[in-house]
């Protein structure tokens, strides 16, 4: 039922149009003709708007929070806060104001607008679904799943139904700590700044944003931000994003915010969703509405639970309430997540878009449990726009100068959805707290607190910090930096760190780095000294300067750590590390010279000579001796693999993203990545001047790559190939050397760039090679199918490495192993079981790794 809601009576315009004269008793008397003239033309030019408002509630009085108001037959609309509270801004005239709550009832007011503001609170009853008739199968299957199979028919139509559109996108952005510890790893957390009450809850994030978002059929967006809000940052940028929110029903699965989901409509769904029907309605606009129950078989499957409302005949999706929980989305941290949708028809015969669009979230981590919700409600929808052919490019997202700089007064006209009282005392809160924040005062008081010296930085270093001069500098501790290998024995590591910021943000800054390295067995004093300045965050150009004296790994990438040697040395009598003394300048550069095209090179001068062991010293295993520091002979304890020599070294490296997409803030770029294999190209060239005793070139293309393939899981490769074009003089240390790994237990092991059994310096070479490293990850598709061990929520992970060489010929590492193993944010641990083939083997290798995988 319709009912009409009037205002009071407009303040009436005393001035009438229509050819009749003022009246001498109106309460404004115009003289002047001009006046007239202009009054007058603003009148005819302009939309007289009004305001409705008020709070939405259910019956028994309790705020119904997100819920979608708009105006029918349009897409202008909006939801209410998380209080219930709305506001509607409309024109002049009668208008038919639709209220809506997924699991309620609409309802249906006629407003009849004259300027003035109208104060309407509505209360919305549950939903009565009444069953229609239906025809049960023999088997008794719920008349829900013949629904379900008429949308997913209808799926892929509704998915490519629209091949353009625009429109305007508000989001409102909030994460609040509902609950924090005292203390975390032994330090206080106090109020975080004024942040948090006294109960220990308060807003860390409240940002809003308005953009203009694009599309183009299949998958292409852009969207211009053009006002921006953060609270207790008025420089800040709001990090909110209209297609990140696109939970596309209509799409089989969703994976913006981790591992894929599937859709209730999705081709596949019924290995994954039961059904039930609930009951039908006919909504405002005369669509007989379904409710259907949507129940996830396991609670482990990437899949949601709730109720999606289908309309009859249309199939297509009239809204959503729906949740899931981080074992879903394979995100420890996260508790649950719930999503609401509302949609709206833009066009006849079929064409319905999202009005509203709801995420709230609950998280945990490290005790802290944090609530938050994103909010977007899109309006003035264009389904038809003429959208020039090369406005889409590589540009998600373009963020205008100056849309920080609004003020509230725009906001208070331009946002659809008003604040709540904690929202708008949180802005106020913050508007004081950044005059503080900034202030030298502040920032001087919270340097003297983390400026004291604690026993702490004893083993972890110290710093010092003037955060209102924007420097710290920080020393390192001897202690913790103390290691041992057989060339120095125990040697110490002193290192210095000064940083300077000549931004607020960061942007650019310069540091200067530097260490000094006694041996304490070989009696030498080492070190090193570098400057280093990086100018943007745009193209991240960036360069520096480095030199002095080092023991350095014949293989600079360091496969295995300092850490790892000294561990496997003192407790089992395995240097695994070889070392080489080099004396070295070099001046290095990097740069992204256009999207998706990067550019870094150095050149070094060195003078190297070969070391040997100093010490047999190690805890355990002491009558035997270590293995020489000849990586080519481990027995040959008198002789190195390379003479003393001068090097002289041009290195080039080229990393191509083809069409790279990325984010672009002002003064700042966040790259997001491709769709194809990123290339890169090295070239290394020996140069015979200046003294240089080298003569060579070599030149190395890699493709790597990380592919989603569905619920399937996502496999991740790295191929390369490489060769020296010219071969004169190449010493040991200039060789190729692959990434090895000899150890049971390496926690610092690169997975996608480094063997599982491969000695390190077995097969080092000057001629071509061609390897390939390869990993499946199955994502809980086969653990998360078998009871009890779904509950662990490990991940399936298998592969190989292959490496061919005229010196290895062929080469193999097959493994499958477990991954995500832990508990909470730290399901970290690895477990491979890998299985070692190459040429004139007898019989397979066998060997465990446990390492630590990061996600990423």
Request: charged share 25%; glycine share 8%; proline share 3%.
């Given at each position: ?558 496969p295995i750590s300092e850490m790892q040697n000294t561990g496997s040395s003192l407790f089992f009598k395995k240097n695994n590390t070889k070392y080489y003394d080099k ?40 009558d035997e001796d270590y293995f020489s520091n000849n990586p080519t002979d481990f027995s040959n304890y008198d002789e190195a693999p390379f003479v003393t ?212």
């Amino acid at each position: 039922m319709i009912e009409t809601v009037t205002n009071s009576e407009n303040c009436r315009l005393l001035i009438e149009i229509n050819g009749i004269k003022p009246d001498k008793n109106n309460i404004i008397l115009m003289e002047n003709k001009s006046i007239l003239l202009l009054l007058v033309f603003f009148y005819l030019h302009s939309n007289v708007l009004g305001q409705v408002s008020g709070k939405i509630t259910n019956t028994k009085g309790e705020p119904l929070s997100f819920a979608t108001i708009y105006v029918k037959n349009s897409t202008q609309g909006t939801t209410s806060n998380m209080d219930g509270d709305y506001e509607l801004d409309l024109e002049e005239g009668n208008h038919e104001i639709i209220f809506q709550y997924v699991g309620f009832e609409q309802q249906t007011k006629r407003i009849d607008m004259k300027g003035e503001p109208i104060a309407l609170d509505v209360v919305l009853n549950e939903l009565s679904v009444g069953l229609k008739e239906v025809v049960v199968s023999v088997e008794g299957e719920d008349p829900a799943y013949a629904i379900i199979r008429k949308a997913i028919k209808k799926r892929e139509y509704y998915l490519e139904q629209v091949k353009e559109y625009k429109c305007d996108v508000y989001i409102k952005g909030l994460q609040k700590v509902a609950d924090v510890p005292e203390k975390i790893m032994g330090m206080e957390i106090g109020d975080l700044g004024g942040i948090l009450d006294s109960t220990g809850t308060g807003i860390v994030y409240l940002s809003e944003s308005v953009s203009k978002l694009h599309f183009k059929a299949p998958n292409q967006f852009k969207e211009e931000m053009i006002s921006s809000k953060v609270s207790g940052n008025d420089n800040g940028f709001s990090f909110n994003q209209a297609n990140v929110m696109d939970f596309n029903f209509y799409k089989n699965t969703y994976d913006e915010l981790g591992r894929k989901i599937v859709s209730p409509i999705a081709n596949n769904a019924f290995n994954y969703y039961k059904y039930k029907l609930e009951g039908a309605f006919v909504d405002e606009t005369g669509h007989l509405v379904n409710k259907i129950e949507v129940i996830r078989k396991r609670d482990t499957d990437p899949s949601l639970a709730g109720y999606i409302y289908i309309i009859e005949d249309l199939w297509n999706i009239h809204s959503v309430d729906m949740w899931t929980n981080g074992e879903a989305f394979g995100q420890p941290i996260m508790d649950t997540m719930s999503l609401k949708q509302v949609y709206v028809p833009v066009q006849e015969p079929d064409v319905w878009r999202i009005l509203s669009n709801t995420i709230y979230f609950k998280l945990k981590i490290f005790g802290i449990k944090i609530n938050g919700d994103f909010t977007g409600v899109y309006s003035n929808y264009d389904v038809n726009p003429d959208i020039p052919k090369k406005y889409f490019d590589n540009q998600v997202l373009t963020v205008n100068e100056d849309a920080n700089t609004r003020d509230s007064a725009y906001w208070e006209e331009i946002r659809p959805v008003p604040l709540t009282l904690e929202e708008e005392q949180d802005y106020v809160k913050k508007d004081s707290l950044q005059e503080i924040w900034s202030s030298k005062e502040f920032l001087d008081s919270m340097d003297r607190k983390s400026n004291k010296f604690k026993f702490m930085n004893v083993l972890g270093g110290y710093t010092y910090t003037r955060s209102y001069d924007k420097w710290n500098m920080t020393i390192g501790s001897p202690l913790s930096a103390l290691s041992f290998n057989a060339v120095q024995g125990y040697f110490t590591n002193l290192s210095a760190d000064f940083e300077k910021l000549f931004d607020d943000d960061g942007n650019r800054y310069t540091n200067l780095r530097g260490s000094l390295v006694y041996g304490f067995s070989d009696k030498q004093l080492r070190g090193k000294l570098g400057w280093g300045f990086n100018l943007n965050k745009t193209d991240f150009t960036r360069w520096g300067v480095e030199g002095g004296r080092m023991a350095v790994q014949f293989n600079e990438e360091e496969p295995i750590s300092e850490m790892q040697n000294t561990g496997s040395s003192l407790f089992f009598k395995k240097n695994n590390t070889k070392y080489y003394d080099k004396y070295y300048g070099r001046v290095k550069g990097r740069s992204e010279l256009f999207n998706g095209f990067e550019l870094g090179g150095f050149i070094e001068y060195a003078h190297k000579k070969p070391l040997f062991n100093t010490t047999n010293h190690s805890y355990f295993y002491k009558d035997e001796d270590y293995f020489s520091n000849n990586p080519t002979d481990f027995s040959n304890y008198d002789e190195a693999p390379f003479v003393t020599h001068e090097a002289l070294t041009l290195g080039l490296d080229i990393q191509i993203r083809i069409k790279q997409k990325y984010l672009s803030y002002p003064n700042r770029k966040f790259i997001l990545g491709t769709d194809f294999p990123t290339i890169k190209i090295s070239y290394r060239r020996g140069i015979p001047i200046l003294g240089g005793d080298t003569d060579f070139d070599f030149v190395s293309l890699a493709l790597t790559d990380r592919v989603k393939l569905g619920i399937a899981g996502t496999s991740k490769y790295n191929l390369e190939g490489g060769m020296f074009l010219s071969d004169k003089s190449v010493p040991f240390t200039d060789f190729h050397h692959f990434n090895g790994n000899t150890l049971t237990v390496n926690f610092m092991i690169r997975y996608l760039d480094q063997f599982r059994m491969l000695e390190y310096y077995e097969y080092s070479t000057t001629k071509p090679y061609v390897k390939l490293q390869w990993e499946h990850h199955f994502d809980g598709v086969i653990l998360g199918k078998i009871p009890g061990i779904r509950k662990l929520q490990w991940g399936l992970v298998a592969g190989t490495n292959i490496l061919y060489s005229e010196k290895t010929k062929a080469y193999s590492e097959l493994f499958i192993g477990i991954d995500k193993i832990g508990w909470g944010i730290f399901r970290l641990v690895r477990i491979d079981f890998v299985t070692q083939l190459k040429t004139n083997m007898d019989r397979p290798r066998f060997n465990a790794l446990i390492g630590v995988e990061i996600p990423l």
